[in-house]
């Protein structure tokens, strides 16, 4: 669990121990950053002058009411927690593992007529943005001008493939969500695969497991992230079926928002971000990211977004993510334990066994009572702080 929080400076930190320089290849990692980092910034900054542009970095964000509700104008900004020390230090934190365990960054799609970029958070109607994007303007992930080869057949633009002209002049956006609406939807993608990556194998349809054993994997993965720096070493030379044993997120539906915001750029810097808007309130952000781009009012990208979801094709399956989606929010977020009988409930004794690659799953502990959603929270406090949610 994470320790009690201490105020630095005015803004709130995990731990003074936190804030602590790492040791060893750590530190070099990050030295190392820190020097890309900052000719990245002589090079943006230089850019900026030649322009005549005084830059403010502005993170948008829009209200859980109305704006009238609120007492608030147009263009509010709502996501500030962003801009605060310690919400930085939580991105850089991201990005230090990413640089070990995701060098290729976090998915894209460039859009050259609005000179934009949407940065891919999966879970948060990225499937409604990149249809619209791809119908619109005819730009998607898999346009080679702008995307890498990732060794594997698959061609997508991440943000480590973007040019510096790019990176400097274009406009950055994504959209965000609930953490815990978005977690469960995660849950429900990643084990609704034909190739499910943890289900328990020997049944027919394999078995996913429940989403207190997730909780409990996600745990195991972050605490191995945490204090092995070789444990995503094999992770990209690993088979497709074996890759989520050297994941700290296990799949990346169920990466942390603030570790795909955290993608890594070809400078070994964060991607950048300019406009953050919320699913809760899509299409209203929509249009007001439509404002910041320039659009006119009548364009039609402007259309209300629709609504694109990702359905199991395993019906046997899907039975029991639904049955887990429900006990999430009908138990677990009340802080009650899930049931622990019937077909439906039941733990899997071995999350994954192949090719002597195993992750044991302890069946889910009566001994922790109602702290599932607790621990769920302290996995994705990144997302809490700096989202405000």
Partial sequence: ???????????????????????????????????????????????????????????????????????????????????????????????????????????????????????????????????????????????????????????????????????????????????????????????????CQGCMHGKTPTRPPTIEQTIDLIEIMRGRAKHDDSFCSNRLGAPQDQSFLNNPWLDEHLQSTVSRLSGVTRRGSRVPMHFIGRTESLDEDWNRLMDELGVEPSHPVRAPLKHVEHECAISERERHLKAQRDVFFSHIVRGERAPESGELYEPVEVIYSRDRAEVHIPKPSTANGGAYFDRFKTLYEDDYRCLDY
């Fill in 1 to 195: 669990m994470i320790d009690a929080a201490v105020g630095v400076g005015g803004n709130v930190v995990e731990s003074e121990a936190l804030l602590e320089p790492a040791s060893g290849s750590g530190r070099d990692r990050r030295l190392a950053r820190k020097a890309l980092q900052w000719s990245g910034a002589m090079l943006t900054f230089a850019s900026f002058i030649a322009l005549g542009v005084v830059a403010k970095r502005r993170w948008v964000g829009v209200e859980r009411a109305s704006a009238a509700a609120l007492g608030d104008t147009p263009g509010t900004v709502r996501v500030e927690s962003f801009d605060t020390a310690a919400c930085q230090w939580r991105l850089d934190r991201a990005l230090d593992e990413n640089i070990r365990c995701n060098p290729a960054g976090t998915d894209v799609v460039v859009v050259p007529k609005l000179k934009a970029v949407y940065v891919d958070v999966t879970k948060a109607a990225s499937e409604s943005i990149r249809s619209r994007l791809l119908d619109v303007y005819n730009s998607s992930w898999t346009n080679e001008e702008y995307a890498m080869d990732e060794g594997n057949n698959i061609v997508r633009s991440t943000t480590s493939s973007l040019s510096d002209e790019l990176l400097d002049s274009y406009k950055f956006f994504t959209f965000v969500r609930n953490p815990s609406e978005r977690f469960v939807s995660g849950y429900q993608q990643a084990f609704c695969r034909s190739l």
